[in-house]
């Protein structure tokens, strides 16, 4: 659980950060700022209409990348929805000025865990960090 706190915490520190998708053979890049743990899983929010909800379940592969004080994150993973309403309530829990546009029973919150995840802390100054979960 260590490990997967600790990606959590630097993702929740830096505030921002960008998740790549893929759209047919078009990688899309947005940012995000949700992440949670539940379960002892991470987990990450976004809503069933954006695009990309349709590109995760077309293709659950992805890579988070952020920067932050000199240190680089990226993880690469599979995101899997999770469709129980308590996963949904933990993130929004977790984050609630979200319930202004979000709601657990709404039908469109999504929540996905990181699965087969492989995180790497980079910077100019220090070996490669490697955590998987």
């Known amino acids: 659980m260590g490990d997967i706190k600790k990606v959590a915490d630097f993702l929740k520190e830096a505030g921002i950060y960008y998740l790549a998708t893929v759209e047919g053979d078009q990688p899309r890049v947005r940012p995000f700022g949700t992440v949670n743990i ?41 995101l899997i929805e999770d469709d129980r309403r308590e996963a949904r309530a933990s993130m929004l829990d977790a984050y609630p000025d ?6 657990e029973d709404d039908g469109n919150t999504e929540v996905f865990y990181l699965q087969n995840a492989t995180a790497t802390f980079s910077s100019f100054t220090a070996a490669p960090e490697i955590i998987t979960f």
């Open 98 to 103: 979200l319930r202004g546009m979000y709601s």
């Open 38 to 78: 539940f379960e002892d899983k991470l987990y990450i929010q976004t809503g069933k209409v954006k695009d990309v909800s349709k590109q995760l379940h077309a293709n659950p592969k992805a890579e988070i990348c952020v920067f932050n004080e000199g240190v680089w994150l990226r993880v690469a993973c599979e």
